[in-house]
């Protein structure tokens, strides 16, 4: 998603609908996105939403779908 906003109302439709989700962005310090992506590997949560901060993919052979809810921004050129 291209906003830390839109990933928090996201969250919260997801949440209420009984999913598992975490928020990850890039202003996020790298042991606290280590430690999101460990609880996702260790299925405590079931639902990544983040910023295009993860755009260029994450290493996590167990995922069956991912969905660009926006188109990512970063990188491209007018």
Do not use: H, Q, W
């Not at 992506?37 to 755009?55: G, H, Q, Y």
Request: aromatic letters at 6%; proline letters at 4%.
């Amino acid at each position: 998603m291209n906003t830390k906003d839109f990933c928090e109302t996201v969250y919260n439709v997801l949440k209420r609908n009984g999913l598992k989700p975490t928020i990850m962005f890039g202003k996020m310090d790298k042991d606290e996105r280590d430690e999101m992506m460990r609880k996702f590997r260790n299925l405590e949560v079931n639902v990544i939403i983040a910023t295009d901060m993860l755009s260029r993919g994450i290493d996590v052979p167990e995922v069956d779908v991912v969905i660009n809810f926006d188109v990512p921004t970063k990188g491209i050129k007018d």
